[in-house]
């Protein structure tokens, strides 16, 4: 009967637990690789977002000036004056209205630009304890691996090769 610890050869077959760990790891670290490209597409995204709404905000207040000073020449010429003031008081305001969401708009993407750093920073830091752990991981196996060839080397008494588990165990009959 095969021992359920050797291989077809005989020698003791070992499961293969480093590869194993590199796969849990190389999981981990493709993982990491994905919410770090997800968060950068996602910033990339909102500033892409915050640009347009930036950009449309201020097309919309040139037509709504451009609108306004149409209607003030076609008013008259004796309205003229305070039509136009009108119009570059409601430009002005768009204009200060434009720059204050683009500020508003910078902002955000400075903000979101440093969250996807420190996020970054944070996947590096976690990925690189998941390297000391599994350099760990694999010098606790080779410290394993070494101590189950020691117990697995074979005994020099060749008597002692016949005994069985139940004899072995039997402390009473060894005294």
Sequence with gaps: MQDR???????????????????????????????????????SAQI??????SRELRDE???Y??????????YGTQHRRSA?????RLVSEAEAKARTVLAGAERE????QR?????????????R???ERRQRVLESLRDLAAQLQDALVEPSDIGRRDETLEGALDLERRR
Excluded: C, Y
């Design 115 to 127: 969250d996807v750093g420190q996020r970054h920073e944070a996947l590096k830091r976690e990925a």
């Design 129 to 131: 304890m998941l390297e």
């Design 109 to 112: 993407a400075e903000r979101i």
């Design 48 to 53: 892409e977002e915050l640009t347009r709404e």
């Design 65 to 74: 000036a451009r609108d306004m000073r149409e209607a003030a020449d076609s």
């Design 5 to 43: 610890f050797e291989g077809e050869s005989g020698a003791p077959a070992r499961p293969d637990i480093g590869s194993t760990v590199n796969g849990i790891i190389e999981a981990a670290e493709k993982a990491a690789r994905e919410i770090v490209e997800g968060a950068e597409a996602k910033a």
């Design 84 to 88: 136009e003031e009108e119009a570059l």
């Design 61 to 63: 207040a040139e037509q």
